[in-house]
């Protein structure tokens, strides 16, 4: 799976986030997304799988973040 590239993004909720750069766990190798909260700077980890999966939300198919250009 292509990991994000950094950047601004949109949640399927709202926030807007900056990834910031790519992490691996030390314990399974995984690739992981670290990210921040434009809101309060609050700072996330989150799988790459899950940052870029496609949820259902109200209905609909849509991609839990969105990449926002400029």
Not at 50 to 70: C, K, L, Y
Request: aromatic share 12%.
């Amino acid at each position: 799976m292509q990991a994000p590239a950094v950047g601004r993004y949109r949640h399927f909720k709202g926030g807007y986030y900056q990834v910031l750069t790519l992490a691996l766990h030390t314990e399974t190798g995984e690739q992981l997304v670290i990210y921040q909260s434009e809101q309060d700077g609050a700072v996330y980890a989150r799988p790459v799988a899950m940052f870029m999966e496609w949820i259902e939300h109200q209905g609909d198919v849509v991609s839990r973040f969105t990449p926002v250009a400029g």
